[in-house]
Protein backbone atom coordinates (compact mmCIF):
# COMPACT_ATOMS: atom_id res chain seq x y z
CA UNK A 1 0.00 0.00 0.00
CA UNK A 2 0.87 3.86 -0.77
CA UNK A 3 -0.16 4.72 2.62
CA UNK A 4 0.37 4.24 6.30
CA UNK A 5 -2.83 5.52 7.31
CA UNK A 6 -5.66 3.53 7.21
CA UNK A 7 -8.80 1.04 8.20
CA UNK A 8 -11.38 -1.21 7.64
CA UNK A 9 -13.89 -1.99 9.16
CA UNK A 10 -17.30 -4.71 9.19
CA UNK A 11 -20.47 -2.97 9.49
CA UNK A 12 -22.53 -5.78 10.78
CA UNK A 13 -20.06 -7.55 13.37
CA UNK A 14 -19.01 -3.94 14.21
CA UNK A 15 -15.29 -4.68 14.15
CA UNK A 16 -11.85 -2.98 12.72
CA UNK A 17 -10.29 -5.88 10.35
CA UNK A 18 -7.26 -3.80 9.88
CA UNK A 19 -5.68 -0.47 11.24
CA UNK A 20 -2.51 1.60 11.46
CA UNK A 21 -1.70 5.18 12.74
CA UNK A 22 -5.77 5.60 13.61
CA UNK A 23 -5.16 8.54 15.85
CA UNK A 24 -2.64 10.13 13.85
CA UNK A 25 -3.83 13.65 13.22
CA UNK A 26 -4.45 13.81 9.20
CA UNK A 27 -5.97 16.50 6.73
CA UNK A 28 -9.55 15.17 5.98
CA UNK A 29 -9.25 17.06 2.80
CA UNK A 30 -13.16 16.86 0.90
CA UNK A 31 -14.09 13.93 3.20
CA UNK A 32 -14.97 17.49 5.41
CA UNK A 33 -17.70 17.51 3.12
CA UNK A 34 -19.94 14.87 4.99
CA UNK A 35 -20.09 16.52 7.99
CA UNK A 36 -21.59 19.05 5.96
CA UNK A 37 -24.16 17.02 3.98
CA UNK A 38 -24.93 15.36 7.72
CA UNK A 39 -26.16 19.47 8.56
CA UNK A 40 -27.77 20.23 5.43
CA UNK A 41 -29.80 17.62 6.05
CA UNK A 42 -30.49 17.38 9.75
CA UNK A 43 -31.95 20.71 8.54
CA UNK A 44 -33.64 20.32 5.48
CA UNK A 45 -36.23 17.57 3.73
CA UNK A 46 -34.74 15.88 0.39
CA UNK A 47 -37.38 17.81 -1.82
CA UNK A 48 -37.23 21.12 -0.14
CA UNK A 49 -35.94 23.69 -2.50
CA UNK A 50 -32.98 26.16 -1.53
CA UNK A 51 -32.00 29.34 -2.79
CA UNK A 52 -28.34 29.46 -3.13
CA UNK A 53 -26.57 32.06 -1.30
CA UNK A 54 -22.87 33.04 -2.60
CA UNK A 55 -21.05 35.51 -0.42
CA UNK A 56 -17.23 34.63 -1.23
CA UNK A 57 -17.16 35.33 -4.93
CA UNK A 58 -13.54 33.76 -5.19
CA UNK A 59 -13.84 30.05 -3.64
CA UNK A 60 -11.38 27.98 -4.20
CA UNK A 61 -10.77 24.88 -5.61
CA UNK A 62 -13.19 22.78 -7.91
CA UNK A 63 -16.78 24.32 -7.91
CA UNK A 64 -19.55 24.20 -9.96
CA UNK A 65 -20.30 27.71 -10.77
CA UNK A 66 -23.72 27.62 -8.51
CA UNK A 67 -25.18 30.93 -9.70
CA UNK A 68 -25.94 33.21 -6.74
CA UNK A 69 -30.25 33.45 -6.58
CA UNK A 70 -31.15 30.16 -8.61
CA UNK A 71 -32.88 27.95 -7.01
CA UNK A 72 -32.54 23.95 -6.43
CA UNK A 73 -33.51 21.13 -4.32
CA UNK A 74 -31.80 20.00 -1.73
CA UNK A 75 -31.21 16.83 -3.62
CA UNK A 76 -29.10 18.23 -6.01
CA UNK A 77 -27.16 20.33 -4.07
CA UNK A 78 -26.10 17.23 -2.06
CA UNK A 79 -25.01 15.71 -5.07
CA UNK A 80 -23.08 18.71 -6.59
CA UNK A 81 -21.72 18.42 -2.70
CA UNK A 82 -21.09 14.24 -2.35
CA UNK A 83 -21.12 13.62 -5.98
CA UNK A 84 -19.21 16.24 -7.90
CA UNK A 85 -17.50 17.33 -4.70
CA UNK A 86 -18.53 20.95 -5.59
CA UNK A 87 -16.43 23.73 -3.36
CA UNK A 88 -18.85 26.07 -3.97
CA UNK A 89 -22.09 23.86 -3.16
CA UNK A 90 -20.44 23.64 0.13
CA UNK A 91 -20.75 27.37 0.56
CA UNK A 92 -24.15 27.67 -0.29
CA UNK A 93 -25.02 24.30 1.95
CA UNK A 94 -23.53 26.29 4.75
CA UNK A 95 -25.27 29.74 4.22
CA UNK A 96 -28.39 28.00 3.75
CA UNK A 97 -28.35 26.28 7.20
CA UNK A 98 -26.94 29.31 8.80
CA UNK A 99 -26.26 33.25 8.73
CA UNK A 100 -23.00 33.17 8.12
CA UNK A 101 -20.28 30.38 7.09
CA UNK A 102 -18.51 30.63 10.63
CA UNK A 103 -21.88 29.93 12.46
CA UNK A 104 -22.03 26.76 10.26
CA UNK A 105 -18.44 25.38 10.63
CA UNK A 106 -19.23 26.06 14.62
CA UNK A 107 -22.45 23.73 14.09
CA UNK A 108 -20.19 21.00 12.14
CA UNK A 109 -17.35 21.11 15.22
CA UNK A 110 -20.51 20.84 17.97
CA UNK A 111 -21.83 17.97 15.64
CA UNK A 112 -18.47 16.25 15.89
CA UNK A 113 -18.09 16.62 19.71
CA UNK A 114 -21.60 15.18 19.59
CA UNK A 115 -20.91 11.90 17.65
CA UNK A 116 -17.63 11.31 20.03
CA UNK A 117 -15.05 12.70 16.99
CA UNK A 118 -12.90 14.17 19.92
CA UNK A 119 -9.70 14.41 17.82
CA UNK A 120 -11.44 16.29 15.19
CA UNK A 121 -11.56 20.38 14.65
CA UNK A 122 -12.73 21.92 11.83
CA UNK A 123 -12.03 25.14 10.16
CA UNK A 124 -13.61 25.13 7.00
CA UNK A 125 -17.00 23.62 4.78
CA UNK A 126 -15.10 21.71 1.88
CA UNK A 127 -11.83 20.58 3.13
CA UNK A 128 -8.95 22.85 1.30
CA UNK A 129 -5.82 22.51 3.93
CA UNK A 130 -6.01 25.10 6.42
CA UNK A 131 -3.90 25.56 9.68
CA UNK A 132 -6.46 23.79 12.68
CA UNK A 133 -8.44 21.93 10.23
CA UNK A 134 -7.75 17.97 11.03
CA UNK A 135 -9.30 14.77 12.03
CA UNK A 136 -7.85 11.91 12.53
CA UNK A 137 -8.94 7.94 11.26
CA UNK A 138 -10.32 6.60 14.06
CA UNK A 139 -12.62 9.86 13.89
CA UNK A 140 -13.13 9.75 10.30
CA UNK A 141 -14.78 6.28 11.07
CA UNK A 142 -17.43 7.63 13.91
CA UNK A 143 -18.54 10.16 10.68
CA UNK A 144 -18.85 7.22 8.09
CA UNK A 145 -20.90 5.09 10.62
CA UNK A 146 -23.12 8.64 11.34
CA UNK A 147 -22.88 9.40 7.29
CA UNK A 148 -24.67 5.91 6.35
CA UNK A 149 -27.11 6.05 8.99
CA UNK A 150 -28.66 9.01 6.25
CA UNK A 151 -30.51 6.90 3.35
CA UNK A 152 -30.34 10.02 1.29
CA UNK A 153 -26.57 10.37 1.89
CA UNK A 154 -26.47 6.83 0.52
CA UNK A 155 -28.41 7.19 -2.27
CA UNK A 156 -26.55 10.27 -3.73
CA UNK A 157 -22.87 8.41 -3.13
CA UNK A 158 -24.43 5.24 -5.29
CA UNK A 159 -24.44 8.07 -8.16
CA UNK A 160 -21.74 7.45 -11.07
CA UNK A 161 -23.33 10.60 -12.45
CA UNK A 162 -26.11 13.38 -12.00
CA UNK A 163 -27.10 15.32 -15.12
CA UNK A 164 -28.97 19.12 -14.24
CA UNK A 165 -29.49 22.64 -15.23
CA UNK A 166 -27.79 25.95 -14.01
CA UNK A 167 -29.55 28.79 -14.01
CA UNK A 168 -31.93 27.40 -16.44
CA UNK A 169 -29.01 26.62 -18.62
CA UNK A 170 -28.58 23.40 -21.04
CA UNK A 171 -27.85 20.10 -18.47
CA UNK A 172 -24.67 19.45 -18.03
CA UNK A 173 -23.65 15.91 -16.71
CA UNK A 174 -21.51 15.43 -13.97
CA UNK A 175 -19.86 12.55 -13.28
CA UNK A 176 -19.00 10.95 -9.73
CA UNK A 177 -15.59 11.42 -8.02
CA UNK A 178 -15.29 7.81 -6.90
CA UNK A 179 -13.43 5.10 -9.41
CA UNK A 180 -15.18 2.35 -7.72
CA UNK A 181 -18.46 2.86 -7.78
CA UNK A 182 -18.90 -0.43 -10.62
CA UNK A 183 -16.48 -2.30 -7.66
CA UNK A 184 -19.18 -2.03 -5.41
CA UNK A 185 -17.85 0.67 -3.54
CA UNK A 186 -21.33 3.06 -3.23
CA UNK A 187 -19.64 5.28 -1.02
CA UNK A 188 -18.62 7.80 0.47
CA UNK A 189 -16.47 10.29 -0.25
CA UNK A 190 -13.29 11.27 -2.05
CA UNK A 191 -10.56 13.88 -1.46
CA UNK A 192 -7.33 14.84 -2.33
CA UNK A 193 -5.30 18.00 -1.20
CA UNK A 194 -1.76 18.36 -0.07
CA UNK A 195 -1.49 17.85 3.24
CA UNK A 196 -4.01 14.70 2.73
CA UNK A 197 -2.28 13.27 -0.26
CA UNK A 198 -4.71 11.12 -1.66
CA UNK A 199 -7.73 10.10 0.82
CA UNK A 200 -11.00 7.88 0.33
CA UNK A 201 -13.71 6.41 2.32
CA UNK A 202 -15.06 3.57 1.08
CA UNK A 203 -18.45 1.93 1.80
CA UNK A 204 -18.27 -1.57 0.08
CA UNK A 205 -21.53 -3.88 -0.12
CA UNK A 206 -21.55 -7.38 -1.82
CA UNK A 207 -22.00 -10.53 -1.24
CA UNK A 208 -23.57 -10.15 2.20
CA UNK A 209 -20.19 -7.99 3.13
CA UNK A 210 -20.49 -4.44 4.18
CA UNK A 211 -17.14 -2.33 4.72
CA UNK A 212 -15.93 0.69 5.30
CA UNK A 213 -12.30 1.47 4.27
CA UNK A 214 -10.75 4.51 4.87
CA UNK A 215 -7.42 5.40 3.69
CA UNK A 216 -5.15 8.53 3.77
CA UNK A 217 -2.25 10.52 2.79
CA UNK A 218 -1.60 7.78 -0.22
CA UNK A 219 0.88 9.17 -2.19
CA UNK A 220 -0.04 11.20 -5.46
CA UNK A 221 0.17 9.52 -8.64
CA UNK A 222 -0.23 10.89 -11.86
CA UNK A 223 -3.68 9.26 -12.48
CA UNK A 224 -4.57 10.12 -8.87
CA UNK A 225 -6.05 6.48 -8.51
CA UNK A 226 -3.52 5.49 -5.59
CA UNK A 227 -5.97 6.11 -2.92
CA UNK A 228 -8.29 3.48 -5.07
CA UNK A 229 -5.67 0.90 -5.33
CA UNK A 230 -4.79 1.29 -1.42
CA UNK A 231 -8.53 1.16 -0.97
CA UNK A 232 -8.72 -2.55 -3.20
CA UNK A 233 -5.93 -4.01 -1.63
CA UNK A 234 -7.49 -3.53 1.89
CA UNK A 235 -10.80 -4.49 0.71
CA UNK A 236 -9.41 -7.77 -0.77
CA UNK A 237 -7.58 -8.83 2.78
CA UNK A 238 -10.66 -7.81 5.16
CA UNK A 239 -13.00 -9.83 2.85
CA UNK A 240 -10.66 -12.76 1.88
CA UNK A 241 -9.33 -12.82 5.69
CA UNK A 242 -11.89 -12.06 8.02
CA UNK A 243 -14.84 -14.71 8.14
CA UNK A 244 -17.34 -16.27 10.49
CA UNK A 245 -15.32 -19.31 12.14
CA UNK A 246 -17.28 -22.10 13.51
CA UNK A 247 -16.00 -22.95 17.27
CA UNK A 248 -18.44 -25.37 18.59
CA UNK A 249 -21.35 -27.17 16.77
CA UNK A 250 -24.79 -27.65 18.44
CA UNK A 251 -24.43 -30.65 20.64
CA UNK A 252 -20.54 -30.52 20.82
CA UNK A 253 -19.08 -31.97 24.70
CA UNK A 254 -17.70 -29.45 26.70
CA UNK A 255 -16.59 -31.17 29.31
CA UNK A 256 -16.85 -34.92 31.03
CA UNK A 257 -18.10 -34.41 34.88
CA UNK A 258 -17.62 -36.96 37.60
CA UNK A 259 -20.02 -38.18 40.02
CA UNK A 260 -20.00 -40.80 42.99
CA UNK A 261 -22.60 -42.97 40.07
CA UNK A 262 -20.58 -42.32 37.17
CA UNK A 263 -19.94 -39.20 34.25
CA UNK A 264 -22.33 -37.41 31.98
CA UNK A 265 -21.66 -35.00 29.21
CA UNK A 266 -22.15 -31.32 28.92
CA UNK A 267 -22.78 -30.56 25.82
CA UNK A 268 -23.34 -27.02 23.95
CA UNK A 269 -26.81 -26.03 23.34
CA UNK A 270 -26.57 -24.46 20.62
CA UNK A 271 -23.73 -23.96 16.92
CA UNK A 272 -21.57 -21.23 17.96
CA UNK A 273 -19.85 -19.18 15.31
CA UNK A 274 -17.28 -16.28 15.73
CA UNK A 275 -16.12 -13.51 13.91
CA UNK A 276 -11.90 -13.10 13.11
CA UNK A 277 -9.37 -13.47 11.14
CA UNK A 278 -8.61 -17.32 9.88
CA UNK A 279 -5.05 -16.65 9.40
CA UNK A 280 -4.82 -16.55 13.23
CA UNK A 281 -4.39 -18.77 15.69
CA UNK A 282 -7.79 -18.93 17.42
CA UNK A 283 -7.95 -21.43 20.69
CA UNK A 284 -9.82 -21.52 24.25
CA UNK A 285 -7.79 -19.40 26.84
CA UNK A 286 -9.47 -20.55 30.06
CA UNK A 287 -12.22 -22.86 31.04
CA UNK A 288 -13.96 -21.93 34.43
CA UNK A 289 -15.88 -23.71 36.61
CA UNK A 290 -18.26 -21.78 39.25
CA UNK A 291 -20.48 -23.81 40.96
CA UNK A 292 -23.56 -25.00 38.39
CA UNK A 293 -22.02 -23.11 35.62
CA UNK A 294 -19.23 -23.76 33.10
CA UNK A 295 -17.77 -20.40 31.03
CA UNK A 296 -15.52 -20.76 27.93
CA UNK A 297 -12.96 -17.69 27.09
CA UNK A 298 -11.96 -17.43 24.10
CA UNK A 299 -9.73 -15.00 22.76
CA UNK A 300 -10.33 -12.99 25.54
CA UNK A 301 -13.83 -12.68 25.33
CA UNK A 302 -16.80 -15.29 27.27
CA UNK A 303 -17.46 -17.35 24.24
CA UNK A 304 -20.34 -19.35 26.15
CA UNK A 305 -21.98 -20.35 29.49
CA UNK A 306 -23.32 -23.99 30.35
CA UNK A 307 -24.76 -24.92 33.28
CA UNK A 308 -23.91 -27.88 34.80
CA UNK A 309 -26.67 -30.75 35.11
CA UNK A 310 -27.35 -31.74 38.66
CA UNK A 311 -25.69 -35.37 39.50
CA UNK A 312 -26.97 -37.09 42.54
CA UNK A 313 -24.35 -37.53 44.80
CA UNK A 314 -22.45 -34.77 42.94
CA UNK A 315 -19.94 -32.65 44.81
CA UNK A 316 -18.18 -29.00 44.23
CA UNK A 317 -15.14 -31.03 44.65
CA UNK A 318 -16.01 -33.47 41.56
CA UNK A 319 -16.37 -30.53 39.35
CA UNK A 320 -12.47 -30.25 39.27
CA UNK A 321 -12.43 -33.29 37.39
CA UNK A 322 -13.18 -32.64 34.01
CA UNK A 323 -11.51 -32.47 30.79
CA UNK A 324 -12.58 -30.39 27.39
CA UNK A 325 -12.85 -32.23 24.14
CA UNK A 326 -12.91 -28.98 22.09
Do not use: C
Amino acid sequence: MSTDVYLSYDIDHKEIMYSKNLDKEIAPASITKLMTAILLLDNFQINEQIEISIIDDDIKGKIAHLVKGETMTVSTLLDFLLVYSANDAAHAVALAVSATEEDFINMMNIKAKQLGMNNTNFKNVHGLDEPGHFTTAKDLLILSLEAISYDEILVSTSKEFFSTSINNNEQIKYSSTNALISKNFTGLKTGWTTNAGLTFIGLYQFMNRNIITIVNQSKVDLKKYNHFSDTLLLKNSSVNNFKEINILDQGAIIANIYSGLGTRPVKNDSSINIFGNVENKHEFASIIVDYNLITLIYDNNVLVKVSIPQLKKFTVFDKLFFWLFS
